[in-house]
């Protein structure tokens, strides 16, 4: 597979540099070649979504719907495709990556319901014979910039209620995402989409990113990555006075009281803290545990260790796969050294036989370190977590937030009045009890505080909010 640009609806082969994709399961498989587009890729790309605004913008909202329906009909006949595709691509385990496409029907679902759904308010006038309500109204053109590690479902929850809304798309998907996006583009070619209505422009983000933020005209962005990728989006857009959602890093944690079930909450510890090798934003990396329970909860979670198989993303028994590039192998690496050198091992799980030609990690857990210690306070975005000791539920508490991030966290006990001191105590912006910290439910709104976001949500109807504006109408209508 080679990707081409999606622009106007052709497909355009941008002049730029071209790389070789490799399988991170097994280096010596190339699953396919990028080609790596310029600025003015992305001058081209705005040219046709203005082009296409105008007409679906005034489209009605259930004929916007309808075309939601068919790319969600398409993305479910390909499930599979796509998903073995995403997993050689960036070594997310195909169970996991065939929930992700699911999720991603889900959305286009969820959003396509939406063209036909009430889109303001009346509000009461001062005066008399005045019709005053409020409308939403699209913003433009918007810019999606996405991350690697969803490549399926961040995408369309970004796509989804933007289009419904009748805004036209700038798609610059991360680069170790490249192939699956270009897939997801030709099966959204399938569909009726007005061409020019979603552009996709492969690239790197400091060429085809920094471009889009910097040379066109946008009216919006929506960026999710890394905070300090983010933090510079951010700075561009309030300079330029657009509108923007940055959804950022984090470090998660999950509190063990002595009252909790050891058993369920190891288990979901240990899923938050290893699927998708701790490639995600809300993987738990922090696991604290109040004193008296650390005995038996570590017991619980060394058994459940025995899950945790490290494996060929496309092997279906793989809890675990390699890590997604030379980059984060290298990053990941160096901090599991670290952990080696500076923490007291609780559990390290070997890399199952045969899997040694990719970007394989063991997954570990550690602890004695201080809770200002760098494993402690840097998003690893790997396969590590560490365990501290609270003396008591107000400790945990303390230590839970005790970190620039505030995305997700949760709690695991069995005393109503703890837990509903958590959701009303913690810094986070998905706070969950005897839940793991990763997951989240489409219809729901997904973000963080402090620096983990820009204080806006995702997905749910808060997505509306973002992709939209809000104009007041009023009509004097005996004059
Ligand atoms: P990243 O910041 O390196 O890249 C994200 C996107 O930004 C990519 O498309 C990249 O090409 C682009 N980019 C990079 N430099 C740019 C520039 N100068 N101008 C414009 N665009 C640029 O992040 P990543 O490595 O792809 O993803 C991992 C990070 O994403 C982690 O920190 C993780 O926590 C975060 N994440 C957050 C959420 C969330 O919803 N909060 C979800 C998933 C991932």
Redesign the pocket.
């Known amino acids: 597979m080679e990707t081409t640009n999606w622009i106007g609806g052709e497909w355009v082969k941008p002049g730029g540099q071209q790389r070789d994709v490799m399988n991170p399961s097994n280096l010596s498989e190339k699953v396919g070649t990028i080609h790596f587009s310029d600025e003015t890729d992305i001058i081209e790309a705005e040219a046709a979504a203005k082009e296409a605004y105008r007409k679906w913008s005034s489209m009605p909202g259930a004929k916007r719907g309808d075309v939601l329906y068919e790319m969600a009909a398409v993305l479910e006949k390909n499930m599979t495709d796509i998903a073995e595709l995403a997993s050689s691509e960036m070594g997310k385990p195909i169970t996991e990556m065939k929930g992700e496409v699911l999720r991603g029907v889900q959305l286009l679902r969820y959003y396509a319901s939406e063209g036909v759904r009430s889109q303001g308010n009346l509000v009461p006038s001062s005066d008399v014979n005045v019709l005053q309500y409020t409308k939403r109204v699209p913003l433009g053109v918007v810019g999606l910039?996405?991350?690697?590690?969803?490549p399926v479902a961040?995408p369309i929850w970004k796509i989804a209620p933007a289009l419904i809304s009748g805004n036209t798309i700038l798609w610059?998907?991360?680069?170790p995402a490249s192939l699956t996006a270009f897939r997801l583009g030709e099966l959204f070619a399938e569909t009726s989409l007005p061409e020019g209505v979603v552009n996709i422009i492969i690239g790197?983000?400091?060429d085809v990113?920094?471009a889009?933020?910097e040379k066109t005209e946008i009216n919006a962005v929506s960026?999710?990555?890394?905070?300090?990728?983010?933090q510079?989006?951010a700075s561009i857009c309030a300079a330029r006075n657009i509108k923007y959602q940055t959804?950022?890093?984090?470090k998660n944690a999950a509190i063990v009281l002595r009252d909790a079930d050891f058993q369920k909450a190891a288990s979901m510890v240990v899923s938050g803290a290893f699927r998708s090798a701790g490639q995600?934003?809300t993987a738990t990396s922090r696991i604290i545990v109040e004193k008296e329970a650390y005995e038996p909860f570590v017991e619980a979670l060394k058994a459940e260790m025995e899950a945790v198989k490290v494996n060929h993303a496309l092997d279906m028994n793989a809890y675990m796969g390699p890590v997604a590039s030379k980059s984060q192998f290298d990053s990941v690496s160096e901090y599991l050294s670290v952990a080696k050198k500076e923490a007291e091992l609780v559990i390290e799980k070997e890399i199952e036989q045969g899997n040694v030609n990719g970007y394989f990690v063991n997954p570990m857990v550690v602890t004695g370190i201080g809770p200002d210690h760098k494993l402690v306070q840097e998003?690893v975005?790997g396969p590590l977590a560490v365990i501290l000791t609270a003396e008591d539920f107000e400790e945990a508490i303390s230590l839970a937030n005790q970190t620039v991030y505030g995305?997700s966290a949760s709690i695991f006990t069995q005393d109503l009045s703890k837990a509903h001191r958590f959701l009303e105590e913690a810094d986070a912006g998905m706070v969950r009890v005897n839940q793991e910290t990763a997951g989240v439910e489409y219809q729901a709104p997904?973000?963080?505080m402090k620096m983990?976001?820009s204080h806006t949500r995702?997905q749910g109807q808060a997505a509306l909010d973002f992709y939209t504006t809000l104009k007041t109408c009023s009509i004097k209508h005996t004059f």
């Open positions: 910039i996405t991350p690697w590690n969803f961040i610059k998907p991360a680069e790197k983000g400091r990113g920094n889009l933020l960026f999710t990555g890394s905070t300090s990728t983010g510079r989006v959804e950022m890093g984090g995600k934003c998003e975005f995305l997904f973000g963080g983990s976001s995702e």
